[in-house]
């Protein structure tokens, strides 16, 4: 029996079964290890039955296993990991813990990037399937979740931080168990309390990516003016991705003075830094600047920079640690919001900053 007889792909269609070997051989009416070898084009095997064969694969969506150890196991002891970029620092340290956290329960781990893009994600789920993964992680999707988690049936998925614009919310969205969120709405109201305590009450967004993180971080800034007693208003600067649309930024901060600029996260904030700074803007005199994710690199910025801490690689550790628990036992575990942090640092602490005049 070849490897691919005892082990079926699986389709990509929400609520189907993993289509079998056994199903293609059925409809063709040959044998089963004569389809193994149709699809493997072996050249024994009369064209006609090969494509035939492949034809009748293709619309069953049956995918391979890639793995022999699938056949004795009955598990490729795989784990799948999807995250928007491996090289961001904040998906690094998901990846890490991941990663540690399988390893430590023998698992090994496929990590794929989706870039945010429906079709690399959907293009990601193929190659888990081909693979034969016992479960994924998305990091960061923004495709709609129960489609993604029929796709990978019968594996489980659980969801780091879901991005779709419209799926999710810290508050309310929930499909059921297996997602893990960041309490971002209770990291900004302690970060606009804190510009507020040193006297800054003009303040000006700047947002990141159209995904779900930059809404609820932007909606949570009026939020935390309404409970501090403010009438809440806030200038948002669109999202910036090249260095002259940075500069723009940087001529309306001058033309318009706020006294603090909460970006959307610590990226946008380094850069925005460096574009102040060019235009002889002093951080923090002139004005604040603030982050979100507390990556590396803010924190020998100069000035470091105060930011929102997210618990990112006890976030990778504790979604490992869903997924292997929703194989063992087949249970999913219930969702989870994990607390963030605010750590001020010099790039907000001065006094009440007054834009110099230029």
């Not at 969801?159 to 709405?185: A, N, V, Y």
């Not at 935390?224 to 649309?245: M, N, Q």
């Amino acid at each position: 029996m070849s490897i691919d007889d005892a082990a079926p792909g699986q389709s990509s269609r929400p609520g189907r079964n993993r289509a079998k070997i056994s199903d293609i051989a059925r409809i063709v009416g040959v044998s089963e290890a004569t389809v193994s070898r149709a699809l493997r084009d072996d050249p024994q095997i009369s064209e006609p039955t090969r494509i035939r064969a492949k034809q009748v694969a293709a619309d069953l969506q049956y995918v391979p296993n890639l793995s022999a150890r699938r056949l004795a196991n009955k598990s490729s002891r795989t784990l799948g990991l999807m995250i928007p970029d491996v090289t961001d620092p904040m998906h690094a340290g998901v990846v890490t813990a991941f990663e540690a956290a399988a390893v430590e329960r023998g698992y090994s781990v496929m990590v794929l990037n989706g870039s945010r893009d429906p079709q690399r994600e959907a293009r990601g789920i193929r190659e888990f399937q081909a693979h034969q993964a016992d479960g994924v992680a998305f990091c960061g999707t923004i495709s709609d979740l129960a489609q993604s988690a029929a796709a990978v049936r019968p594996g489980p998925a659980v969801f780091i931080g879901p991005e779709g614009t419209e799926q999710r919310s810290s508050r309310h969205f929930d499909i059921g168990g297996g997602c893990l969120f960041t309490d971002d709405e209770g990291g900004i109201v302690d970060l606009v309390t804190h510009l507020y305590a040193t006297r800054r009450t003009r303040l000006s967004y700047v947002a990141g990516p159209p995904i779900s993180s930059d809404r609820i971080r932007r909606e949570s800034i009026a939020v935390a003016i309404e409970r501090l007693g403010f009438e809440p208003r806030v200038r948002a600067y669109a999202h910036a991705t090249s260095w002259a649309e940075y500069l723009r930024i940087v001529e309306l901060v001058e033309r318009e003075r706020p006294e603090a600029l909460v970006c959307y996260d610590d990226q946008v904030a380094l850069t925005l830094m460096s574009a102040l700074r060019e235009r002889g803007i002093r951080v923090p005199e002139d004005v604040a600047v603030t982050g979100f994710d507390d990556i590396p690199f803010a924190r020998i910025a100069h000035p470091r920079l105060t930011t929102v801490a997210q618990p990112t690689e006890a976030m990778g550790a504790r979604a490992a640690m869903m997924l292997l628990e929703a194989i063992e036992t087949g249970t999913m575990p219930r969702s989870e919001t994990m607390a963030v942090e605010l750590v001020v640092r010099e790039s907000s602490t001065a006094a009440s900053p007054v834009l110099s005049g230029r």
